[in-house]
């Protein structure tokens, strides 16, 4: 079962007897990954899971679904803030999906957004916390994706929640996207409810209604991630406005694509063609040869993609359009003072 026909099961758009039976099945997977989770949270809580403290402070950035809730632009936000503080971060992750040991595309977009932080990927994050001290130099460390991974100790917990999506169709996995139960959050010191200017007010109040009931406070941050300029994938950069106007086709494989075309129609541009591939795809030279055959039927004057996208793109994309990325930046909608606070404190 391929991702994009899975995510059309959990969440109701496929209809019939066979979509169905499907959901009926993974609700009845879903209960036992439940108590598969109770049972670890439960050997972490009374110490016979061990965790480990590194030496400088950790702040873990993390979700509570699977799929792009914008960990990687905020985790860059972060990253400059404590730059101006004259600290030295490192980031620490697992390296999700990529191949052959090489960087994937969060560490390949990190190192465009924060040059020269070092970046450590490890399935064994307490390993590498220890080799950021010692051979980086670390005196913060940022962990990337660290909510579900209590190995190693956090000083500060953000959780982000997508406002597109904010509770994973309201099941755990298979059934929906939620990694845990809920009442998870309740561990977390600090929400951060991102594409706040993507849904309306009455939204985002049921949102936070839910938070103040699972942890008895609403306080959040609300982010949004504005694009603010193009990237080619020679690496020159345009104004976004050049392409307003004309035909445009947007292609991406990220866990959230909705909140990519969402993005670019808000910015005015003209979306006739649009395809979503599996989160943290591989673009091959057939796939881009297989874009670049449908947006021809469309006359598509340029594509678009995510930097996490460009960035597994090869020098020569294929294409016979000029194909950017769009850059975006965290603009703080609401909460800044709260973020400052617990900021600080570390």
């Not at 932080?117 to 994706?145: G, W, Y």
């Not at 956090?154 to 845990?180: C, F, K, M, S, T």
Request: proline residues 4%.
């Amino acid at each position: 079962m391929n991702e994009t026909y899975f995510l059309e099961i959990i969440s109701g758009e496929r209809k019939g007897f066979l979509p169905s039976g499907l959901r009926c099945l993974f609700r009845f997977l879903s209960f036992f990954y439940g108590i598969a989770i109770r049972i670890r949270n439960f050997l972490f809580n009374v110490g016979i899971k061990k965790t480990s403290s590194a030496k400088v402070p950790v702040v873990s950035i993390g979700n509570i679904t699977t799929g792009g809730t914008g960990k990687t632009p905020f985790s860059a936000y972060l990253c400059h803030w404590f730059l101006k503080q004259g600290m030295k971060p490192v980031f620490l992750s697992r390296g999700y999906k990529s191949l052959d040991e090489e960087s994937n595309d969060e560490k390949l977009v990190l190192e465009q957004l924060c040059p020269g932080v070092p970046h450590l990927q490890n399935r064994d994050r307490v390993s590498s916390a220890e080799k950021a001290v010692s051979d980086f130099q670390a005196e913060m460390i940022l962990l990337d994706d660290g909510f579900q991974h209590r190995r190693l100790n956090r000083d500060l917990d953000i959780v982000l929640i997508d406002a597109l999506n904010p509770w994973g169709h309201g099941y755990l996995l298979p059934r929906g996207l939620l990694r845990e139960h809920l009442s998870g959050l309740k561990k977390a010191d600090l929400i951060v409810i991102t594409r706040a200017d993507q849904v309306n007010e009455s939204v985002l109040e049921k949102i936070v209604e839910q938070l103040k009931k699972i942890r008895g406070t609403e306080d959040h941050v609300r982010v949004a991630y504005p694009p603010t300029r193009l990237i080619s994938i020679n690496g020159d950069t345009e104004k976004l406005s050049g392409l307003h106007e004309k035909n445009i086709g947007a292609f991406c494989g990220i866990g959230n694509p909705e909140g990519f075309r969402k993005t670019l129609v808000e910015a005015g541009l003209n979306i006739s063609w649009f395809k979503a591939f599996p989160d943290h795809f591989h673009f091959s030279s057939e796939d881009m040869k297989q874009i670049d055959n449908e947006i021809k039927e469309q006359g598509i004057s340029a594509v678009l993609t995510t930097q996490k996208d460009l960035v597994k793109i090869q020098q020569s994309s294929g294409l016979s359009v000029p194909l950017f990325a769009v850059q975006i930046e965290t603009k703080i909608l609401a909460g800044e003072e709260l973020l400052v606070e617990k900021l600080s404190n570390l």
